[in-house]
């Protein structure tokens, strides 16, 4: 059981570049968040999703897309990568049922833009 | 938007001593969860407690939801206790949890 799964766990970008991160889940949850933590910043809510076919906006969208085509995955892009992007990543699961359910965090994925 | 303060922003400790990290916030809420991110950055739940108290060995949390603060109790601390500790808190269950900036400990042995 791998819980929360995330590709690739370096990255090094020029300005510019385009990448997508995965984070796969195999928990079965309906719940999928995206997080980028900065120093001193905490985490801050990138985008989630509250089920397949499902996305929404968190407190820091901009520069952002992401796709919930299936279930188990959940697929971060960035279509022009910036240096304000610099920061590690993190995906995290939950389940739907019941009140108190725990957040999984996947490792996390460093990303460097130059 | 909701608020999240934690206290304090760095705490240093001798191993074996006991220590109280503090977590304000805002608004009424019905989920607070604490986690504990180790020195390799890994996130690890420690506690779902939107009110009351839990223990789980040497760690233990209280909230009191009505003046909106928790706390987060570790005794006996060692150095496998160092990391950063975030609070983290929602309207309810199904709403996305806002984070604090965290309490940074570090045990030295």
């Known amino acids: 059981n791998a819980g929360v799964t995330q590709t690739p766990k370096f990255r090094v970008l020029k300005t510019g570049q385009s990448m997508t991160l995965l984070c796969a889940q195999d928990m079965n949850h309906e719940y999928m968040y995206w997080y980028r933590q900065d120093p001193g910043m905490g985490l801050r809510l990138i985008h989630y999703s509250v089920g397949e076919g499902t996305t929404a906006k968190g407190e820091v969208p901009d520069g952002y897309n992401v796709s919930r085509l299936k279930k188990q995955n959940f697929l971060l892009g960035l279509e022009s990568a910036a240096p304000s992007q610099t920061s590690v990543y993190f995906c995290?699961?939950?389940?739907?049922?019941?009140?108190?359910?725990?957040?999984?965090f996947g490792d996390g994925t460093r990303l460097s833009i130059l | 938007g909701i608020q999240v303060e934690q206290s304090p922003p760095d705490l240093i400790l001798q191993e074996g001593a006991n220590s109280t990290l503090r977590c304000n916030f805002s608004?009424?809420?019905?989920?607070l969860q604490w986690f504990h991110q180790n020195p390799w950055g890994q996130l690890i739940n420690l506690f779902y407690i939107p009110s009351g108290t839990k223990q789980n060995g040497r760690l233990s949390a209280t909230t009191v939801a009505t003046e909106r603060y928790s706390l987060l109790y570790i005794s006996s601390s060692q150095t496998t206790d160092s990391g950063v500790y975030f609070c983290a808190v929602g309207f309810s269950g199904n709403t996305p949890l806002v984070f604090g900036k965290g309490t940074r400990l570090s045990v030295i042995a």
């Open positions: 608004d009424s809420v019905n989920n």
């Open positions: 995290a699961s939950r389940s739907l049922q019941g009140a108190g359910q725990p957040q999984h």
